[in-house]
């Protein structure tokens, strides 16, 4: 898996995976945290690609809510409409994915057109 | 984001260009910093984060921003091309930095020992003048010996590298640092140098004396505090 001809950049380069496949012809939707509070395992900046397709590479949190911002990256592919999700909160209308650490963050999912 | 601020953003990287990719929340409008029709309070923000390195969302005004800071990778400079630096620098890359290998020993320094690498067969002074440590900039040293270790550690503390580090025992280190006084190096200078490099998890192999090494740059990136070193055993 890290035999790319190409050192430039890590496997942990989420920004360039989703550029590479997006030069494939795949549809992809880029998800990035944006900001968080409390324990939240990953920092702001954090990314995770998914592809119509279902290719999925970096992550968001420590596994809690992939699923669901996998669910909204194929609903931004469909529609181009930019998402901001809130995780963590104690709202009615909010995902119905918990963050078993406690944290909260923000996540900004859109597609790359 | 459009095709043509994703082929800017990857074209920078590319570049080792140091930029911000802004955007605007929740709409999602974007921008690519430095940008000279940004304003004066987003780019400077955008400066901001790119010097801590940390990506983050500011509101400026009635506005709320999301800055991601894409800095180039951290350089890691190895002297000497030897057995422990065919261990150390695949896992540095792994960590996403960019690595130089320098030896001028043609013997060592081949293209098959270190694939994907940039080697430089220079002397180390000249391959330092030339490299230019920053502050995102690490400096090995591996080969024990002075006529090579010694010309890379001055340069390197001239320079404002955030992390050295020279490997050889406590005996070797001593008289390391002699020579390096004897160049006109000061004690507080000479003391930002890790000798013997690495923390003491008494590594063995190149291996675990690589992975030693690692975890003491991660550290001193990271400002992590660690357990002063207590006198004893120590790899190599």
């Known amino acids: 898996m890290s035999d790319h001809s190409t050192p430039t950049f890590t496997s942990d380069d989420i920004l360039a995976t989703a550029a590479a ?6 549809q992809v939707a880029l998800a990035t945290v944006t900001e968080t509070w409390g324990s939240s395992p990953r920092p702001a900046g954090s990314q995770l690609a998914v ?9 968001v949190s420590g596994g809690c809510i992939e699923g669901a911002v996998a669910e909204v990256a194929m609903k931004t592919i469909e529609t181009g409409t930019p ?16 963050l078993a650490c406690g944290g909260k963050l923000k996540v900004f999912v859109e597609k790359l057109s | 984001m459009t095709p043509e601020l994703l082929s800017a953003l990857t074209a920078a990287r590319a570049a080792k260009k140091p930029v911000v990719l802004a955007t605007k929340l929740p709409g999602g409008e974007q921008m690519l910093l430095p940008h000279p029709a940004a304003g004066a309070e987003l780019a400077a923000a955008a400066s901001r984060a790119l010097d801590r390195d940390e990506s983050g969302t500011v509101t400026l005004g009635n506005e709320t921003w999301f800055l991601h800071a894409y800095n180039p990778p951290l350089r890691l400079i190895v002297v000497g091309a030897v057995h422990i630096a065919q261990a150390l620098v695949p896992m540095a890359a792994q960590l996403g930095l960019a690595v130089v290998v320098v030896d001028p020993r043609r013997a060592f ?3 098959e020992r270190f694939p994907n690498v940039t080697v430089s067969q220079d002397w180390p002074d000249e391959a330092m003048d030339a490299l230019v440590p920053d502050v995102r900039t690490a400096v090995v040293t591996l080969t024990h010996d002075p006529k090579l270790d010694d010309p890379a550690l001055d340069r390197a503390l001239k320079s404002p590298a955030f992390y050295i580090g020279a490997l050889g025992s406590r005996r070797t280190h001593a008289r390391r640092v002699a020579r390096l006084k004897e160049l006109g190096h000061t004690d507080a200078a000479i003391a930002r140098i890790k000798g013997p490099v690495g923390l003491d998890i008494s590594a063995v192999t190149a291996p675990e004396i690589a992975v030693a090494i ?23």
């Open chain 1, 83 to 98: 998402q901001l999700l809130d995780f963590g909160i104690t709202d009615e209308r909010a995902w119905e994915v918990g």
């Open chain 1, 51 to 59: 592809t119509k397709s279902g290719r999925m590479a970096g992550s």
């Open chain 2, 214 to 236: 690692l975890a003491e740059f991660v550290a001193a990136r990271r400002n992590g505090t660690l357990a002063p070193k207590v006198a004893g055993k120590q790899a190599a």
């Open chain 1, 21 to 26: 496949w997006r030069a494939e012809g795949e």
């Open chain 2, 109 to 111: 320094a081949t293209e």
